[in-house]
């Protein structure tokens, strides 16, 4: 039974998400507070963090990285009141899984959670079979010019720099690189990431590919994701002789 860390000083919000989650059987835990949140999570071990940003003591963005500091691998989802988008770019960059912004229904909640979780324990399990020495399902490098990712140590490189992509970053990288040239449909992608029948909003998308292009730019000039308007979106093939 997945534990869940349910961070948010509105107890009334808690009562509701709480309620909702044990239905589901989740098992969860609350803090109303952001330094209640780290003990916490040091002492319960959530398998997953729902974490508000906007806390008393700490903000959530603090939580998180601290969090991140000792934790790279336990999902977090931020939920925010404001719809403003620096506070989900700084949330990504700090190593969110994703988020949700209230008021929000509980049907849409539960999807987010659901397909963290999957994602979370593809990523686990590849990890696992790594470190146990075992065959894992894909290995070998795929390579577009100076854009390298290896699969077997889920890495990836630009003109041989390491760039830290988040789990769900990497996950939309090597879906990208496995349709190299090849248009691919937003929903196409939203399914393949999230999962299908996901309710994410469709912002969320187009935030985690901007930061993918951000962190790709760092080190390249070469524009690998292009926007097909009114389609989605393709990866450009990069002559290895491409200046």
């Given at each position: 039974?997945?534990?869940?860390?349910?961070?948010?000083?509105?107890?009334?919000?808690?009562?509701?998400?709480?309620?909702?989650?044990?239905?589901?059987?989740?098992?969860?835990?609350?803090?109303?507070?952001?330094?209640?949140?780290?003990?916490?999570f040091a002492r319960e071990k959530p398998d997953l963090v729902l974490l508000d940003i906007m806390l008393p003591e700490l903000s959530g963005l603090e939580v998180l990285r601290r969090i991140r500091?000792?934790?790279?691998?336990?999902?977090?989802?931020?939920?925010?009141?404001?719809?403003?988008?620096?506070?989900?770019?700084?949330?990504?960059?700090?190593?969110?899984?994703?988020?949700?912004?209230?008021?929000?229904?509980?049907?849409?909640?539960?999807?987010?959670?659901?397909?963290?979780?999957?994602?979370?324990?593809?990523?686990?399990?590849?990890?696992?079979?790594?470190?146990?020495?075992?065959?894992?399902?894909?290995?070998?490098?795929?390579?577009?010019?100076?854009?390298?990712?290896?699969?077997?140590?889920?890495?990836?490189?630009?003109?041989?720099?390491?760039?830290?992509?988040?789990?769900?970053?990497?996950?939309?990288?090597?879906?990208?690189?496995?349709?190299?040239?090849?248009?691919?449909?937003?929903?196409k992608l939203v399914d393949k990431v999230w999962g299908e029948n996901h309710a994410t909003n469709p912002n969320n998308l187009d935030i985690f590919i901007s930061q993918l292009r951000k962190k790709?730019?760092?080190?390249?000039?070469?524009?690998?994701?292009?926007?097909?308007?009114?389609?989605?979106?393709?990866?450009?093939?990069?002559?290895?002789?491409?200046?």
């Amino acid at each position: 039974m997945p534990k869940i860390l349910i961070v948010e000083d509105n107890e009334g919000i808690v009562s509701f998400v709480k309620s909702e989650l044990e239905l589901e059987d989740f098992e969860t835990c609350v803090a109303l507070d952001g330094r209640t949140a780290l003990e916490m999570f040091a002492r319960e071990k959530p398998d997953l963090v729902l974490l508000d940003i906007m806390l008393p003591e700490l903000s959530g963005l603090e939580v998180l990285r601290r969090i991140r500091k000792h934790d790279e691998d336990t999902p977090v989802i931020l939920v925010t009141a404001r719809d403003e988008t620096d506070d989900k770019v700084t949330g990504l960059n700090l190593g969110s899984d994703d988020y949700i912004t209230k008021p929000f229904k509980i049907e849409e909640l539960l999807a987010r959670i659901q397909a963290v979780l999957r994602r979370t324990e593809k990523i686990k399990k590849l990890s696992e079979s790594m470190k146990n020495g075992e065959k894992v399902p894909e290995t070998g490098e795929r390579r577009n010019g100076e854009l390298l990712l290896k699969q077997n140590s889920m890495e990836v490189f630009v003109k041989n720099a390491k760039i830290e992509l988040s789990k769900t970053e990497y996950l939309l990288l090597n879906f990208f690189m496995e349709n190299i040239g090849s248009v691919i449909e937003r929903d196409k992608l939203v399914d393949k990431v999230w999962g299908e029948n996901h309710a994410t909003n469709p912002n969320n998308l187009d935030i985690f590919i901007s930061q993918l292009r951000k962190k790709i730019r760092e080190h390249s000039d070469f524009e690998y994701i292009a926007t097909v308007r009114g389609v989605g979106f393709k990866m450009e093939k990069q002559s290895v002789n491409e200046e």
